[in-house]
Structure formats: structure tokens, C-alpha cells
């Protein structure tokens, strides 16, 4: 794999593990870095760091067995804090959920700067989700997508073909691949802008 890869699918993670404080993100950035051979950033380091003291602890003093799952949840950050709040595995399967709701607003057939009321009522209808919900979750998206694709930008990761087309390796699931179709349009608009 090359860098631009290694990139996508290590930061895209990392940017999410330190926005959310959510360790299911700094366990797919440790998974995607060690499987591409990639450094593993700091702030899963860290974070890894504090789980080894915290689970030592845990050894050191063991709860009794019922009481050991909750114990080692608690140790790798996975726990509520507060009532009320979602687990973080909650919250990683919703964002997934909602990441899937943008890209098929990019996979709608109005998906164009003119026609993005038509494609957000698309996406609705096929749905059930209400088209304010719909465009709320995409224009978030699509600032991630604008952030990552200034990042590749700015960092000189993209390569541009002698007519002007944006060249980018890329792997992952499907999903993935049409994450990074989005954000190389975005990098289109920079590009034009």
C-alpha cells in the first residue's frame, strides 16, 4: 500500500478517536496501521498506554469473576460514564449508519451542486428518513470529507495527471471506496477553487 492509503485509513480514525474520545476509533487506527505497516499515532499510543495501566490495576486487585467484565470495560474506556449516555459501541454502529446515509447522497442520481435538494428528497424517499435529516447528516459528512480531502491536498499525497485528473490509490470495503469517491470530489472543488 502506498502513503495516500495509509493516510486515509489511519487518519480518518485517528481524526474520529479525537474527536469522539470513542477507543473503538483508536483500535481501528492500531488495526489499519499495524496491518499497512504504518507508525502508530500518538494518541493511540497513549491511549493504549493508559488502558495496560489500567488493566494492570484491575490485575492487581481482581474483582470478583461477575464483576470482571464491567472491571475490564471500565479499564478500555468502553463503559458509560453517565447514565443516559450511549456506549461507544452505540455510537460507532450509528456513525457507520450515518456515513452510509451521505454516501447515497453522492450515489443519488441528483447528486450535482445544483441539484442537491433533489438528492436529499431522493435519499429521503428511498429511506423513510426526513429530507432536514437527510441534509443535516450529509453537510456534516461532506465537511469531514472536505477536511480529509484539504489534508491530502495540503500534504501533496495527490497526484494529478498531465489533463488535470486526480489520480489516488485506494483499498477498503465498499463502503470505503465510496467514502473516498466523495472526497475526491471534494478535492475536485478544492482543486477548481
Do not use: C
Amino acid at each position: 500500500m502506498n502513503d495516500l492509503t495509509e493516510i486515509i485509513y489511519v487518519e480518518k480514525y485517528r481524526q474520529l478517536f479525537i474527536e469522539t474520545k470513542n477507543p473503538i476509533y483508536a483500535w481501528r487506527v492500531f488495526q489499519n496501521a499495524r496491518a499497512m505497516r504504518y507508525p502508530i499515532p500518538q494518541e493511540v499510543l497513549n491511549y493504549i498506554a493508559n488502558v495496560a495501566h489500567d488493566i494492570v490495576k484491575v490485575a492487581q486487585n481482581p474483582p470478583v469473576p461477575a464483576k470482571r467484565p464491567v472491571a475490564l470495560s471500565k479499564a478500555l474506556k468502553l463503559h458509560k460514564s453517565v447514565a443516559g449516555q450511549g456506549s461507544a459501541f452505540t455510537e460507532y454502529s450509528s456513525r457507520l449508519k450515518k456515513r452510509k446515509l451521505a454516501i447515497e447522497v453522492v450515489q443519488s442520481e441528483y447528486y450535482e451542486p445544483d441539484l442537491l435538494d433533489y438528492a436529499f428528497e431522493d435519499v429521503s424517499k428511498k429511506t423513510g428518513k426526513s429530507k432536514s435529516a437527510i441534509r443535516e447528516n450529509f453537510l456534516k459528512h461532506r465537511e469531514q470529507w472536505r477536511t480529509v480531502a484539504q489534508n491530502l491536498v495540503e500534504s501533496g499525497l495527490i497526484s494529478f495527471t498531465p489533463d488535470g485528473r486526480i489520480e489516488m490509490a485506494i483499498a477498503g470495503s465498499a463502503d470505503d471506496l465510496r467514502e473516498a469517491a466523495a472526497i475526491l470530489d471534494e478535492i475536485q472543488h478544492i482543486k477548481e477553487a
